[in-house]
T-cell receptor, first 114, second 113 residues
């Protein structure tokens, strides 16, 4: 039973480029969450999605960041025109319908902006 | 604003002893609390969830307590092993349909052989 999958594991982008981070939830999970972990800081919630719906994006920066979870395929976190401050580990989590409170995390994507 | 504090210092204990990690919070009324383990370069691994109406929960060598009056959770690892060395994260969960977890900064535990 595969866990949450994220790719790429490491991503290097120059300032001004776009970053696309992908997340495939665990089989049977319909809820997806994105969190960001800055160096020396705790995990911060960004967005909560279900298939084709953004449920809560209260933690998303207002500009340059967007997320989607289409009917088919992985969830995508997109960062446009990246800046150095976007360098962080981005984690995706998923949870089952049976207990949406239990969140299972992927290995993360480490984004470095040069 | 909401604040979560975990053991501020790294915690070193001898193998076989019980490790006790603390999570205190303010300005928050969580519906539940979770503990995760995180190893360097990896994602958090879910360990235990305890609801606001539960006082204690156990899973194998792990025990969690939750005191909503003190606004505190204690996380115990009994008969600790070097393989238990990791960073342990406390996360608070909201009530209702909201799902965002609020994480503490973690406690780094080292179990010495």
């Amino acid at each position: 039973n595969a866990g949450v999958m994220q790719n790429p594991r490491h991503l290097v982008r120059r300032r001004g480029q776009e970053a696309r981070l992908r997340c495939s939830p665990m089989k049977g999970h319909s809820h997806v969450y994105w969190y960001r972990q800055l160096p020396e800081e705790g995990l911060k919630f960004m967005v909560y999605l279900q298939k084709e719906n953004i449920i809560d994006e209260s933690g998303m920066p207002k500009e340059r960041f967007s997320a989607e979870f289409p009917k088919e395929g992985p969830s995508i976190l997109r960062i446009q025109q990246v800046v150095r401050g976007d360098s962080a580990a981005y984690f995706c989590a998923s949870s089952p319908r049976s207990d949406p409170r239990e969140q299972y995390f992927g290995p993360g994507t480490r984004l470095t902006v040069t | 604003s909401q604040k979560i504090e975990q053991n501020s210092e790294a915690l070193n204990i001898q193998e076989g002893k019980t490790a006790t990690l603390t999570c205190n919070y303010t300005n928050y009324s969580p519906a539940y609390l979770q503990w995760y383990r995180q190893d360097p370069g990896r994602g958090p691994v879910f360990l235990l969830l305890i609801r606001e109406n539960e006082k204690e929960k156990r899973k194998e060598r792990l025990k969690v307590t939750f005191d909503t009056t003190l606004k505190q959770s204690l996380f115990h690892i009994t008969a600790s092993q070097p393989a238990d060395s990791a960073t342990y994260l406390c996360a608070l969960g909201p009530g209702g349909s909201a799902r965002q977890l609020t994480f503490g900064s973690g406690t780094q535990l080292t179990v010495l052989p």
